[in-house]
């Protein structure tokens, strides 16, 4: 099943329907991924975001939760939403929302994760290779929007949710979680800089100018912002590298 219309003249290709070009960013990003051991076998997909035995296993405790208390606040806008999962990679936050009971359309521009999500989950969610500025992607067509983990890659916070909320239907709502926002610019200085120097140190110096640090006022100047979660202290989080406690904040910004 097609949930809109706009794909149904589409291309698709190995599961997945093509919106854009290939993107330059797929290459570096793929070898960091690689590096960090995040590229997962099928199975391993199949079983997030239970992630026992990956050396990770921590942060998807973590993830499970937000993905938990994301479900819990879409449900409790009604069942058969729309919702579109920007950065979806492997596609397991909106295979989960799918099974939720909700109609996902999954986009990345990362095109082996995206196959490997249609080839993981074939009767779940409609997943696209697309750019969220330059993909013909319908204005008004979602009642959810959600971008989990993904946030820090754009360049510019304000103008990707300005998009993202001409994308959302009357009364829809964005998500944003699973990323680090910072509470100030000094801290967003300083993880740029431990961000840079990390790229360089994997030899993926590409990577550097790809990974942003934002803040927490960069979100509230788009006004209607709601904080479902946030960490007591993101600095005592990375001295402890990981423990129960979340790093992550959850925002939800409504049209």
Known sequence: MVPWPFLQERTEQN???ILCGPSPFEAGYHKVRALEQRILSDDQVSQLPQGTGLWNAHEWRIRARSADRLARALEKRGQGQRILEVGCGNGWLSALLQHRGH???GIDVFTAELEQAARVFPSGPVFARADLFRSPLPSGGFEAIVLAASIQYF???VATLERTL???APGGEVHVLDTIIYPDEAA????RLRSDAYYKSLDVPEMVGHYYAHTLATFARLGSMKVLSAPRSVDKWLSRLGGNCSPFSHLVLSR
């Open 15 to 17: 599961g997945i329907f």
């Open 103 to 105: 109609h996902v359309m």
């Open 155 to 157: 360049r510019d916070p």
């Open 166 to 168: 001409e994308l959302l």
């Open 188 to 191: 967003a200085g300083k993880a």
